[in-house]
């Protein structure tokens, strides 16, 4: 039996960005610090950041620290007005990519053009990138709300994405949309990072007899790593570490795949490529 792992499996550019900063931060001094929402979608690595004594809050009342992290999933403007107005020192890890997409809802929706987002409702993202549209944006996640939708034929719509989203749908959503007629102008803003891994892991997963997907519950890429692995090998199996691995493999096994999400560290992805390797 062999083994393959997605190359790009594990922390994209701007989770790494944003955890450097935090521990730059911490040897600078500024402990203890908050992040707004947990800075990575992984338990373990939450923990050990706690540990150096950055602090998850999900909200401003209930932050005591003095310094406030942004993630890399950004904010709405109104956040940064409610830090300012609590004399919070703010350190902004919005990942590029998602500024991308502020500044691009922020100019098309003040040149009057309707907005929508492909991307899940209510995800951090999302709602950030919605705060910097100046009129009510619209969300869409499935087929059938792209289907539903009407727009005001005398609109101009700006159509962007949520930078996780899975690459075809979002193909898929927006010819949905220039079907209707309307007059589009189409931002294709799913970062590159998480196009390449979801291509790897589409490539790996074609190829595997047993997929494994390693990721945090709560992490909207590595579930959408699972739902491309599931729809090309049936045997995918959805992980948080290796404590939920119950791999019971079958003698006629020749490959299992491997890949994680953005927010997966490598000391995981080790630990479960070596205990495929061992026991199999
Ligand atoms: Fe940025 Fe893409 Fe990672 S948007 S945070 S590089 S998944």
Sequence with gaps: MDFQIAPHAGFCFGVKMAIQKGEELVRAGHVPLATLGPLIHNPQEVKRLESLGIYARETFEEIRENTVLIRTHGVAPSVYEEAEKRGLELYDCTCPFVKKIHRIVEEKSAEGYEIIIIGNEGHPEVEGIRGWASTPAIVVESHEQAEKITIDRDKKVCIVSQTTFNYR????????????????????????ATEVRQKEAREIADEADVMIVIGGAHSSNSRKLYEICAK????????????????????SVELVGITAGASTPNKIIEEVQNYVRINF
């Excluded at 090309?232 to 003698?251: A, R, S, V």
């Design 232 to 251: 090309e090998c049936e045997n995918t199996h959805f992980i948080q570490t290796l404590e939920d691995l119950h791999l019971d493999l079958p003698k």
């Design 169 to 192: 749908k979002f193909q898929e959503l927006v010819e949905i949309f220039t079907k209707k007629g309307y007059d589009v102008s189409v931002a294709n803003t799913i970062c590159n």
